[in-house]
Nanobody, 123 residues
Framework: QVQLVESGGGLVQAGGSLRLSCAASGRTFSNYAMGWFRQAPGKEREFVAG????????DYADSVQGRFTISRDNAKNTVYLQMNSLKPEDTAVYYC????????????????WGQGTQVTVSS
């Protein structure tokens, strides 16, 4: 089992920044790709960004490309999502998720999930 705990959400004005963290515990973090997803009220959960174990492969949704940066520190079993130039449409609950090996944009492909952290961007 892998346990994931997100932190770093909050309320920020449009144009501001936040950094989300996702701490993993349980079985080894090795070989797990990590993804960030988000879900706004009344909407489907959507892919935001993903990173492989080595960090050699990274993927972003078009809507956040150039504004968000995903990274990981395997020594700390932690994944980060740096969010800059935030927009009101980025408001959602943000979840981190883990799956073996490869990044997938489909949330059903991820076996482990955190409880989510709320991000609210005011206009």
């Amino acid at each position: 089992q892998v346990q994931l705990v997100e932190s770093g959400g909050g309320l920020v004005q449009a144009g501001g920044s936040l950094r989300l963290s996702c701490a993993a515990s349980g079985r080894t973090f090795s070989n797990y790709a990590m993804g960030w997803f988000r879900q706004a009220p009344g909407k489907e959960r959507e892919f935001v960004a993903g990173i492989t174990w080595s960090g050699g492969s990274i993927d972003y949704a078009d809507s956040v490309q150039g504004r968000f940066t995903i990274s990981r520190d395997n020594a700390k079993n932690t994944v980060y999502l740096q969010m800059n130039s935030l927009k009101p449409e980025d408001t959602a609950v943000y979840y981190c998720a883990a799956r073996r090996y490869t990044i997938m944009r489909i949330h059903a492909a991820y076996a482990y999930w955190g409880q989510g952290t709320q991000v609210t961007v005011s206009s």
